[in-house]
């Protein structure tokens, strides 16, 4: 039965439908006003159009428009909100920019975006221009903008062959499709010359040399055929859409989309070639179409239909296989929803019973099911058909000997068991029992062994069980009928459960194909690295396809490494290594099983992603794929070398943001030591020139002497702290640990400090009968020491600053504490980092004291915490493990 007006929705096609409207309803609209070049008149058309929109009452401003100082574009521009546009200073110019924030905080209902693939100016959020446009778009604003043929990715290179000039600026033609609307802009090239020549476009000058440049009349002709092919291919595939979405079954000869069928034989493949050819002479676009049906097909159709699915691709022909056991509905189906305008199919040419009943209403079913839908029916020549006659009675079966033996067998046996108890039963019950045992075997056996157990069953019953017995000759009329009756049910249940366990092993196997594709992607989502997702592909090969792999990677410089990147167990050659190196280069595969170097054990896939090449697999096959795997093999690679492209580009990402931080790094560095070594460098050579031109009494010279001395600590000071921090970094600083006396520790730091401290009451609180405690006394010196003196820069003169130092719990506690004015919230979490000067922070510093306190600490095993005090103030807490010489009658003090 063909049921060909069985219009239902799928439910899943429904739902992605309602989530694309849904999306698509959140987002702003955009609209492209799309033209072969500058001077057709996009900026003119655009404003245009935004005066009509709002006449109708639309809200619209200008975020950025360029109108080169034309006349006519100026004065549409006028009766708009223009917003305010942003300046940038680069390399000392101020530069212009749309205001994107500004935007969002007026959101209009439409903005006028001019040069949509304009790179912005460095500091902007955005690199490109289109990335402005979709962050507006996501906030629900319509946008209106211009495009040139040239500035599309994919573009770009045929328009610097035709004009000879390259175009930097372009945009992913990913933003030009998902475009809602896209009008065209079209001048003739001499009305386009024209313009030039009344220097509409550009100022005289330069309008001449653009005319002997990139304006002469044949580039102009091939821009502007270029741009009509765009714009008629996106209205053919928003005709497509259109039809898919609301259901509509073509076609609508709107244009001319052809529809090739194939199978596995020879005639196929004149068929394509014949096909490729009148979709060329037609202008028109080529579709194949490859029906699986309950057919099983043998090795050497298996092969054959490999051949000719192999030379549809290289024909440059998108193929579809689909299953169905009716091959004119699944044909008619198919280009209903494609649009298909015409199906070429080739001239039956089987001869025998089984092809009459499969075959030979085919071509008048598929001609009167078709509809509107032309069908060309193409023949063959003499000498393929005489072979086909040789042929024409010996019908094709595909089921082997032991499968007609088998069923030859039960039924036999059944008819036995059923003559044994003859007595028992009616030979009513018998044909019940016979038709049974031909159902199961129809779960089994291919269709020639049912149609043979259908046969022997009807006749056993006749011969043996139906009176009179032992002969063919049937008296009663109802006996005649049952019998007939029997025959066709027998032979029409076995046939369709047969034909639907085939299909059902089909679908089972794609199910599983499926199935086996979405847990790749779904594992490939949780693995990161390129270690993992080469020990998830190996796995995967071996399970789905059992075949023993290896992978070669490129390396930095773009080259293919000579080693595999997992270990493997194919044992490769320096000729495999070549090979590989092939695949690489030409993007194609080679090896085992194919057209090029086929001499290898091995068959060598590239890895290509998105963007770039990024691989070679090698596989070990023991025979060719089959259409199924290999279908199956081309959805499984792309996915593995896209996660291999992504985690290509991450590492890359994350290189180029260090590389990044690095060089911010180096300039604050670099700024901050120039800053520091300038201050005591000058001081020490101001004084040491006065002190040599001039003669100065000795209160004079006492006085130069400090400044110099001075002046030397702190670039001393600069100079540890430096080579501290790159100790710290390196990980080369190990502290010495000894047995050592906080009093000394203390009193150490206060005379060291004795200069900065004059001006502060220092409260240290030490126990008498703190026991020596177990660190490096100079590591430790210092963090104090940095400690009290970036409070001495911080708190005001005349407050107290307090260093507490107890014992608790196997932990040495030191407390350094101020009545300054503490952190900011954002100050606090970033206080230890390298370079990093706080909100508050006074002139000069290098912000390295913090962080290296803190690596000192951390080299000891402890922590370091900043916080602020309850009644203003910072806080520093140190907490560090250590040994003590004697805790016997060392009580822990109350934090403070």
């Known amino acids: 039965m063909n049921n060909f007006d069985d219009n239902r929705p799928n439910p899943d096609d429904l739902l992605a439908s309602l989530k694309v409207d849904e999306e698509k309803g959140k987002r702003g609209k955009l609209k492209i006003f799309f033209g072969m070049c500058a001077g057709v008149g996009k900026t003119y058309s655009m404003l245009e159009a935004a005066h009509i929109e709002k006449k109708k009452g639309a809200d619209i401003v200008i975020g950025y428009v360029e109108t080169h100082n034309r006349k006519e574009t100026n004065e549409l521009v006028k009766g708009f909100e223009l917003v305010a546009r942003k300046s940038y200073t680069y390399k000392s110019t101020s530069l212009e920019e749309m205001d994107l924030d500004a935007i969002i905080a007026r959101k209009p209902q439409i903005v006028l975006v001019d040069e949509l693939a304009h790179t912005n100016v460095h500091g902007s959020r955005h690199l490109k221009r289109f990335q402005d446009v979709q962050e507006i778009l996501d906030h629900g604003i319509h946008v209106y903008t211009t495009v040139n043929v040239q500035h599309l990715e994919s573009r770009s290179e045929i328009v610097a062959q035709i004009t000879g000039i390259i175009v930097r600026e372009t945009i992913p033609d990913d933003v030009f499709e998902r475009a809602d609307d896209v009008e065209l802009v079209d001048l003739t090239p001499d009305e386009l010359l024209q313009r030039l020549s009344e220097g509409k476009v550009y100022a005289t000058e330069r309008s001449k040399e653009a005319v002997q440049n990139f304006f002469r009349k044949g580039n102009i002709t091939a821009l502007r055929e270029m741009a009509l092919r765009i714009v008629a291919d996106r209205v053919d595939r928003q005709l497509h859409d259109y039809m898919q979405l609301k259901r509509i079954k073509g076609p609508w000869k709107s244009g001319v989309h052809l529809l090739v069928a194939v ?193 022997l069953s009807a006749l056993i019953w006749n011969y043996f069980f139906i009176p009179p017995f032992y002969t063919l000759h049937v008296e009663k009329t109802e006996d005649m009928l049952m019998l007939i009756m029997f025959f066709i049910i027998a032979l029409l249940n076995g046939v369709l459960t047969s034909r639907i366990r085939r299909q059902e092993k089909k679908i089972r ?8 594709l979405y847990q790749l992607a779904k594992e490939l989502s949780t693995v990161s690295g390129i270690n993992e997702v080469l020990d998830l592909a190996f796995r995967d090969i071996q399970k789905y396809f059992g075949l023993e792999s290896a992978v070669f990677l490129k390396d930095e410089s773009d080259r293919l490494e000579r080693q595999p990147r997992h270990p493997s167990a194919l044992n490769l050659t320096e000729n495999d290594i070549s090979i590989a190196q092939w695949t690489f280069r030409h993007s194609a595969k080679a090896g085992k099983f194919s057209d090029t170097l ?61 590389l990044n931080e690095s060089d911010k790094l180096y300039k604050t560095l670099f700024n901050s030591i120039s800053h520091e070594l300038r201050i005591p460098v000058a001081t020490i050579l101001g004084g040491s020139d006065t002190l040599i031109a001039q003669d100065y009494s000795p209160e004079s010279r006492k006085m130069l002497h400090e400044e110099i001395n001075q002046a030397a600590i702190r670039l001393n000071r600069l100079i540890e702290n430096l080579l501290n921090m790159s100790r710290l970094d390196s990980g080369r600083l190990t502290p010495r640990i000894d047995w050592c006396d906080l009093h000394d520790l203390i009193n150490e730091v206060i005379q060291s400090l004795s200069t900065e401290l004059n001006d502060f009451n220092v409260d240290v609180v030490l126990p008498d009968d703190m026991p020596l405690v177990q660190f490096d006394f100079g590591l430790m010196e210092q963090v104090i020491h940095n400690l009290l003196l970036n409070a001495t820069q911080l708190a005001p003169k005349g407050s107290s600053l307090r260093v507490k130092f107890f014992y608790d719990n196997g932990f040495l506690f030191i407390q350094v504490m101020d009545r300054g004015p503490g952190f900011s919230v954002s100050d606090l979490p970033m206080v230890f980092n390298k370079f990093y000067r706080g909100e508050l922070a006074v002139a000069g510093g290098t912000g390295l004291g913090l962080s290296i306190v803190k690596g000192i600490v951390e080299a000891h095993k402890g922590t370091i915490t900043a916080e602020n005090r309850a009644n203003g103030g910072a806080l520093f807490t140190i907490k560090i493990p250590t040994n003590t010489s004697d805790l016997t009658n060392l009580q822990p003090e109350n934090k403070i």
């Open 263 to 455: 199978t596995y034989t020879e005639q196929s493949t004149k068929l394509l070639r014949w096909a490729k050819n009148l979709a060329d002479m037609m202008g028109g676009s080529l579709q194949a179409i490859y029906v699986e049906t309950s057919h099983e097909l043998t090795p050497k159709e298996s092969e054959a239909l490999d051949k000719n699915i192999n030379l549809a691709k290289q024909l440059g022909i998108s193929l579809r296989i689909v299953t169905n056991y009716d091959l004119v509905k699944a044909i008619v189906d198919f280009a209903q929803k494609e649009n298909i305008t015409h199906i070429i199919i080739g001239k039956p040419r089987e001869r025998n019973l089984i092809a009459l009943f499969r075959l030979g209403n085919f071509v008048n079913r598929l001609i009167r099911y078709s509809g509107n839908i032309d069908v060309y029916i193409l023949g063959s020549d003499n000498t393929v058909d005489d072979k086909y006659k040789r042929k024409a009675a010996r019908p094709s079966f595909t089921s082997s000997i032991s499968q007609y033996l088998i069923s030859t067998a039960i039924v036999a046996f059944t008819a036995l068991v059923c003559y044994l108890i003859k007595s028992l039963v009616g030979y009513q019950v018998v044909s019940f029992v016979l038709l049974f045992a031909v159902s199961i075997l129809a779960f089994f056996l291919g269709t020639g062994p049912i149609l043979l157990a259908s046969t």
């Open 598 to 658: 086929p001499s290898s054990n091995y068959t060598f896939y590239p890895l290509r992603g998105n963007n770039d090449n990024m691989g070679v697999i090698a596989v070990q096959h023991l025979r060719v794929f089959t259409q199924g795997e290999e279908q199956f093999w081309e959805g499984f690679l792309p996915q593995i070398s896209g996660k291999i492209e992504r985690e290509f580009l991450r590492m890359t990402a994350r290189t180029a943001y260090i």
């Open 509 to 516: 196997i794609r199910e599983e194909r499926t199935h086996a």
